[in-house]
């Protein structure tokens, strides 16, 4: 069985300023997905980035970037040049690459950006 | 394109009575998936759909049951509901397996 951890229940960060929220996965398969999604206060969940495990190069959108470590199954998200509406719970999540879209993921962290 | 629409957003329900929840995907995407968010059990996944076939199940009770029509809308029911399904449910749509899942606003289900 697949497992995801987000060991950062609480994140806080000043604006413009950079922060890195981590995320670590447990799974015996070679070819899955990992992705990271942003629920603000209105409660929709947003997809941030994408990463497919095959793909050795880390996946980059504007400001979010990741760091995948596959052999350390280590999936973590940097926000670069923070902003007051990166405010939101982020959560990690992993599917698998055939069969279904399931997605299983980690407990969130709560990142708080100050002015 | 219209996101993945939801209806109802809020309901309040007592103890016993069923629900149906609706989904509509965004057009064109044939894959629709279920999720349950709760402040103590996180976001656990409920079931998919394929063209009209379930493909994957989670581990919750006989009571949870779904389905999906041929224009890929989805439907999820509650039964005899509880006050632990007091909960956000979370609709997600893909074109196919393997493709990025883009959500719904959810629906608020409060059980008395």
């Known amino acids: 069985a697949q497992t995801v951890t987000q060991s950062q229940p609480e994140m806080s960060v000043q604006e413009a300023e950079t922060v890195t929220l981590s995320c670590t996965y447990d799974?015996?398969?070679?070819?899955?997905?990992l992705f990271w999604y942003k629920q603000p206060p209105s409660r929709q969940m947003i997809l941030v980035i994408r990463?497919?495990?095959?793909?050795?190069q880390n996946a980059t959108e504007n400001r979010f970037s990741v760091n995948f470590q596959k052999a350390a199954k280590s999936f973590s998200l940097k926000i670069s040049d923070s902003q007051l509406g990166d405010t939101a719970m982020y959560f990690c999540?992993?599917?698998?690459?055939?069969?279904?879209?399931?997605?299983?993921f980690g407990t969130g962290t709560r990142l708080q950006v100050f002015p | 394109k219209a996101g993945v629409t939801q209806t109802p957003r809020y309901l309040i329900k007592t103890r016993g009575q069923q629900v149906t929840l609706s989904c509509s995907p965004i057009?064109?995407?044939?894959?629709v998936s279920w999720y349950q968010q709760t402040p103590g059990q996180g976001l656990q996944f409920l079931f998919e759909?394929?063209?009209?076939?379930?493909?994957n199940k989670g581990n919750f009770p006989g009571r949870f049951s779904g389905r999906q029509f041929s224009n890929s809308r989805s439907e999820m029911n509650v039964s005899t509901l509880e006050l632990g399904d007091s909960a956000l449910y979370l609709c997600a749509s893909s074109l196919k397996q393997g493709r990025t899942q883009y959500f719904g606003p959810g629906t608020r289900l409060l059980v008395l």
């Open positions: 990463q497919e495990a095959y793909k050795q």
């Open positions: 799974t015996s398969e070679s070819n899955y997905y």
């Open positions: 057009s064109g995407h044939r894959s």
């Open positions: 759909y394929f063209s009209e076939t379930q493909r």
């Open positions: 999540a992993f599917a698998l690459s055939y069969n279904t879209d399931k997605l299983i």
